[in-house]
């Protein structure tokens, strides 16, 4: 078996020559280009089809390569990065004009977080420049948060997988922005709103579903599975689905489990953290069942609760009657 260094010497070379990598972060597999080569960057586009309105996170190996990017670094910015990096929070702050234009997607900002992933961090190191990169799935679809997600989605596209072990949060970053002397969280994320409010005051909340997205990818539709996911529901949903293969994504316990076709329970202890690192990867084995329809139950929005229900809510936007189960449109109503 190749040693875990060599393999990182390799994916820094892939890097420097401006291929594209798939490697481990705390949160979820990143696709990652050396963010201040152009031409690597577009091919993550292609590679996920994303569009080029929607800007790349810049992951750097230590707190101060965030001076070399960005213009300048709020008191308040400050305080979280020296708390919560290497993690998993991101900050928008006003760029530096040499930041291409493909990475920020034309905006005066740019956002960057320090991965807390000991592959990720040698790779970057490794590489000698900051990496740009997106979650490794195709635009749209769940992130990735095993190697072999990334293997089955993109594997014949990029030009090497790291291979870090399943990632130990598993909800993307939090991302917040200090713009114009405001605090707001444009993403619920790894770290949760209470953490960073009990250092910080006070952040802006904008609700899912907003007209305009304040992180441009941050779309109402997200994060989704190709079964239709239903969150809000009731027993008698129950009913009127009777003879359809419907799964079940359960918190702590499989209540009615003789309804559904298969469940998984994301924390039988009921702690919201493990729910989040075990729910992409429950998402993902429900989706591969071919079911008519998966219920999820909701989840306390407090903790890194809020950051699993903002992921349900994209990615079961606008199911409310699902177009797989034929004959029942409206009838939910
Ligand atoms: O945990 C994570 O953040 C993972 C790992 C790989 O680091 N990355 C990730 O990247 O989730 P991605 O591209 O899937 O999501 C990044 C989000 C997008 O919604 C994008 O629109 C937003 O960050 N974003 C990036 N740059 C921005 C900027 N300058 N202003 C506002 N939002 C920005
Ligand atoms: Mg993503």
Known sequence: MENSSDVI?????IIKEGGIVAFPTETVYGLGADAFNP???????EVKRRPYFDPLIVHVANPDDVKKLAKEIPPHAKKLIERFWPGPLTVVLLKKEDIPDIVTAGLSTAAIRMPNHPMALSLIKESKCPIAAPSANPF?????TTADHVQEQLGDQVDLILDGGPCSVGVESTILSFLEEKQSLLRPG???????????????????GEERPRAPGMLPRHYAPRTPILLDWNEKDLDHYQGKN???LAFQEAKNHLKFHH????SKKGDLREAAANLFAAIRRLDALDLDLIFSETFPEIGLGRAIVDR???ASHSITSPPLVGGNKGERE
């Open 246 to 248: 419907i799964g079940l």
């Open 263 to 266: 469940v998984e329970v994301l």
């Open 9 to 13: 010497h390799q994916a820094a070379e």
């Open 312 to 314: 349900l809510r994209r």
């Open 190 to 208: 790894g770290i949760s709103l209470e953490e960073i409010e009990s250092i910080i005051g006070k952040v802006e909340v904008h609700p899912v």
């Open 140 to 144: 749209g679809y769940l992130s990735p």
């Open 39 to 45: 031409l690597a960057v577009a091919r993550i586009f």
